[in-house]
């Protein structure tokens, strides 16, 4: 696998262009922000995770567990869709780096 670091901002990027997709395809309802949402948490999740400055792949699970709880909130409306299929990819991601994190 490439570094921890460039992997997970690639499979970040991908879950990212599924809410955009997604966004891009439906008429939102006027003040409808679930998919700016998504796409602010997903943000955030890649800057911690580069903030951190670590290639450790417990850390990065730790950040992409938390991303997929707040995405979790967002389960509903035109963006669930969207979501899910975001969410599946960072499951993904973890179950990926998984068998590469530091015993505790």
Do not use: W
């Amino acid at each position: 696998m490439a570094n921890t670091l460039e992997f997970t901002a690639k499979q970040l990027g991908i879950a990212k262009r599924a809410i955009e997709s997604g966004r891009d395809a439906v008429e939102l309802p006027n003040g409808y922000v679930n998919f700016d949402l998504a796409l602010a948490i997903l943000d955030g999740c890649r800057n911690a995770i580069t903030m951190s400055g670590t290639d450790n792949p417990n850390t990065v699970v730790q950040k992409l567990e938390l991303a997929m709880t707040s995405l979790a909130l967002l389960r509903s409306g035109v963006a669930e869709d969207s979501v899910k299929t975001a969410r599946t990819h960072i499951e993904e991601t973890i179950a990926a780096l998984r068998p590469h994190e530091a015993p505790e």
